[in-house]
T-cell receptor, first 118, second 113 residues
């Protein structure tokens, strides 16, 4: 298949700067969105989530913005630190299944490599 | 660190062989999902297990199968391994199906030669 993963978007910032990572999602029926951080050799780590009835949610040093009109999601990291260096993925959760029990399926975006320079 | 554990950490297999990967879910979580993450890409959904049954499946062939046990732990089995099966296999657990935070384990790195 196409090796789009070998050309991940990258963002380089200085320690203390604010970072903004963007993501476009595809399924207009998705109504739950999550940002994950993945460090080398580790599994994705939950950062923050947002449901589609909201357009903004804040956590500790992080803010997620959701624009359903253009199907766009962003993650803002305040006062970025070297420990924030990682690959960041957005994921949309679509609940699928007819009748019976629905299931939540995460569809991940491409990922963005964030590098924070001391 | 989540409470999700996976074993083994790394595994090397030969094309055509079969492999079993294991996952223990976080305490209180009854749903387990499996993902395949190729190098440099985002994880792709394989399937989800709830109440010991497959509850949903992504675009993976039948040679990818799984089990869930009464204690909610799970196995991923892959038969007739192909070179393209080389990837990081991630297990995620959640409190239930549908819209819930999924907590990921560290993954099993599978290399098929």
């Amino acid at each position: 298949g196409e090796n789009v993963g070998l050309h991940l978007p990258t963002l380089s910032v200085q320690e203390g700067d604010n970072s903004i990572i963007n993501c476009a999602y595809s399924n207009s029926a998705s109504d739950y969105f999550i940002w994950y951080k993945q460090e080398s050799g580790k599994g994705p780590q939950f950062i923050i989530d947002i449901r589609s009835n909201m357009d903004k949610r804040q956590g500790q040093r992080v803010t997620v913005l959701l624009n359903k009109t253009v199907k766009h999601l962003s993650l803002q990291i305040a006062a970025t630190q070297p420990g924030d260096s990682a690959v960041y993925f957005c994921a949309e959760n679509s609940s699928e299944g007819a009748g019976g029990t629905s299931y939540g399926k995460l569809t991940f975006g491409q990922g963005t490599i964030l590098t924070v320079h001391p | 660190e989540t409470g999700v554990t996976q074993s083994p950490t790394h595994l090397i297999k030969t094309r055509g062989q079969q492999v079993t990967l294991r996952c223990s879910s976080q305490s209180g979580h009854n749903t387990v999902s499996w993902y395949q993450q190729a190098l440099g890409q985002g994880p792709q959904f394989i399937f989800q297990y709830y109440r010991e049954e497959e509850n949903g499946r992504g675009n993976f062939p039948p040679r990818f199968s799984g089990l869930q046990f009464p204690n909610y732990s799970s196995e991923l089995n892959v038969n007739a391994l192909e070179l393209d099966d080389s990837a990081l296999y991630l297990c995620a657990s959640s409190r239930s199906t549908g819209f819930n935070e999924q907590y990921f384990g560290p993954g099993t790195r599978l290399t098929v030669t």
